[in-house]
Nanobody, 127 residues
Framework: QVQLVESGGGSVQTGGSLRLSCAAS????????MAWFRQTPGKERAFVAA????????YYVDFVKGRFTISRDNAKNTVDLQMNSLKPEDTAVYFC????????????????????WGQGTQVTVSS
């Protein structure tokens, strides 16, 4: 069982930066692939970025490549999402997700593959 709590959301202007953090509890964090998804009203959760439990593999959706960076610290049970050059279309509720994987390089982009979710943190980017 993994419990996830996101923090770091807020309001910024276009071009600004935010760093989201996800704190995980539970003994399986270090063997869990982690991901960030985002959701806007009336839409399904959309994949943003993922990182394997070893940290050796990361994957990003095209529209955040070069702007967002996912990282993890298995000693602290945290996974972060550094978001730079934010745009109004990045406005959403951001969710942290986890799934235990056997492969050290495994990541998933589909929300249905993740078993554990945080409650989300709001990010608002104004123009």
């Amino acid at each position: 069982q993994v419990q996830l709590v996101e923090s770091g959301g807020g309001s910024v202007q276009t071009g600004g930066s935010l760093r989201l953090s996800c704190a995980a509890s539970g003994r399986t964090f270090s063997s869990s692939a982690m991901a960030w998804f985002r959701q806007t009203p009336g839409k399904e959760r959309a994949f943003v970025a993922a990182i394997s439990w070893s940290g050796s593999t990361t994957y990003y959706v095209d529209f955040v490549k070069g702007r967002f960076t996912i990282s993890r610290d298995n000693a602290k049970n945290t996974v972060d999402l550094q978001m730079n050059s934010l745009k109004p279309e990045d406005t959403a509720v951001y969710f942290c997700a986890a799934v235990v994987t056997s492969g050290s390089n495994t990541v998933y982009t589909a929300a249905r593959r993740y078993d554990f979710w945080g409650q989300g943190t709001q990010v608002t980017v104004s123009s």
